[in-house]
């Protein structure tokens, strides 16, 4: 599928599959919608931040630590009922799932295409959350400009 400039958007099916009203009494989905509310990042995955347990949480893991990002993680490897339920609660048959501002963004493939493609600074910014390699990459822009007037 492609978006009105013709550039791949799995970014948009993603955000149109969540688009899909899933409201439940349920305690799993109170406990979801309350750990999302606790920081404008949430990462569902396997292991923690420092001991990834599979290759898709560790690749969302580095690509937040090069953006320099605050997150809060969860392992839904400790708790069956938040792995099942963040799946149905998402609409997203896989682990890891990333939220901004508790908004489903993705998992590992959405992400790297996002990081790759700069809508995840894009993303960021509209959250309020300045990347740092966007910071990094004015600071070589600044420096470029600053070496052509010499």
């Given amino acids: 599928m492609l978006d009105k400039d013709g550039r791949m958007c799995r970014f948009n099916i993603a955000k149109q599959l969540t688009n899909v009203s899933f409201y439940s009494n349920s305690p799993i989905t109170a406990n979801i919608e309350k750990l999302l509310k606790n920081c404008k990042v949430v990462v569902f995955m396997k292991g923690v931040p420092e001991e990834p347990r599979c290759g898709f949480s560790n690749a969302v893991v580095q690509i937040l630590r090069m953006h320099g ?12 009922d938040l792995r099942e339920g963040i799946k149905t609660y998402s609409n997203w048959p896989t682990i890891p799932q990333v939220f901004i501002n508790g908004e489903f963004v993705g998992g590992c493939d959405i992400m790297l295409q996002m990081h790759q493609n700069g809508e995840l600074i ?29």
Avoid at 125 to 146: N, P
Wanted: avoid cysteine; charge should be negative.
């Fill in 69 to 80: 990002i605050t997150y809060e993680s969860h392992d839904v490897l400790k708790d069956e």
């Fill in 122 to 150: 894009e993303e960021l910014r509209k959250a309020g959350i300045k990347s740092a390699l966007l910071d990094k990459a004015l600071k070589e822009e600044g420096t470029k400009h600053a070496d052509d007037a010499k």
